[in-house]
């Protein structure tokens, strides 16, 4: 199993939970933290050595070397932007030198895998604009970049009228597929219907949200998110 199928499983595994509690997470911030702590579960993630001498500062020698953890939060991701989360190699981080995470060569080092996501809070018209911003963050991986959906359709409005609201967001979506033209990026939506189907959620395919997946099918759950992450 490569690093990034381990790291899509444990996606898959957060996606089953989102469901399972869909009201546990108030903030986008909540999300990026509630991730975060599993990636970090999942990936087993210890502090990595530094190639910074703990004696450096005072300009003595030192065998020992500052630490860094492979998962952050925040970390930049070019022209001053700050990505959800990033994963970082041990390789990489055995190469920073410099203080502020700079390489030898005064180069920021680079994420190997960058989270972006978003939520409802943002309202359908304005998620094009937040994609598109989430997209050009994620291109910052040097191996993959995440950009996931997790909209949770919880008014209390009608069938008719939740069904609209559903239909105005599978043409934003289709929209920001279409144009997506970023190598390297994976993008995923989620719907989560508490109010509608509590036991259910539904994948994006990239036209329209797919036949609902039971929450308590995790290899289903895991066969949906590798399937229609694009």
């Given at each position: 199993m490569t690093n990034q199928d381990l790291i899509e499983g444990i996606v898959a595994e957060w996606i089953q939970q989102l469901a399972f509690?869909?009201?546990?997470h108030f903030s986008e911030t909540d999300l990026h933290l509630d991730l975060a702590m599993q990636l970090k579960k999942g990936l087993k993630d210890?502090?990595?050595?530094?190639?910074?001498?703990?004696?450096?500062?005072?300009?003595?020698?030192?065998?020992s070397f500052y630490r860094m953890s492979r998962v952050h939060l925040e970390y930049r991701a070019g022209k001053g932007q700050r990505s959800d989360i990033s994963i970082?190699?041990?390789?990489?981080i055995k190469k920073i030198d410099l203080p502020d995470f700079m390489d030898d060569k005064n180069e920021p080092i680079k994420?190997?895998?960058v989270f972006e996501l978003g939520t409802e809070k943002f309202g359908v018209q304005k998620l094009p604009a937040h994609t598109k911003r989430d997209i050009n963050k994620a291109s910052s991986a040097k191996i993959c970049g995440y950009v996931f959906l997790i909209f949770r359709n919880v008014t209390s409005q009608n069938k008719i009228k939740k069904q609209k609201v559903?239909?105005?967001?599978?043409?934003?979506?289709?929209?920001?597929?279409?144009?997506?033209?970023?190598?390297?990026?994976?993008?995923?939506?989620?719907?989560?219907?508490?109010?509608?189907?509590?036991?259910?959620?539904?994948?994006?395919?990239?036209?329209?949200?797919q036949d609902c997946v039971n929450?308590?099918?995790?290899?289903?759950?895991?066969?949906?998110?590798?399937?229609?992450l694009q």
């Open positions: 509690e869909p009201y546990a210890k502090p990595v050595n530094t190639n910074i001498s703990r004696g450096k500062r005072r300009g003595e020698s030192s065998s970082f190699s041990s390789a990489s994420a190997d895998y559903i239909d105005k967001l599978a043409l934003q979506l289709k929209n920001i597929c279409k144009n997506k033209n970023r190598k390297g990026i994976k993008f995923l939506a989620v719907l989560l219907s508490p109010c509608v189907a509590r036991n259910k959620l539904k994948f994006f395919d990239g036209k329209k949200f929450i308590n099918n995790l290899a289903k759950i895991r066969q949906a998110v590798c399937q229609f």
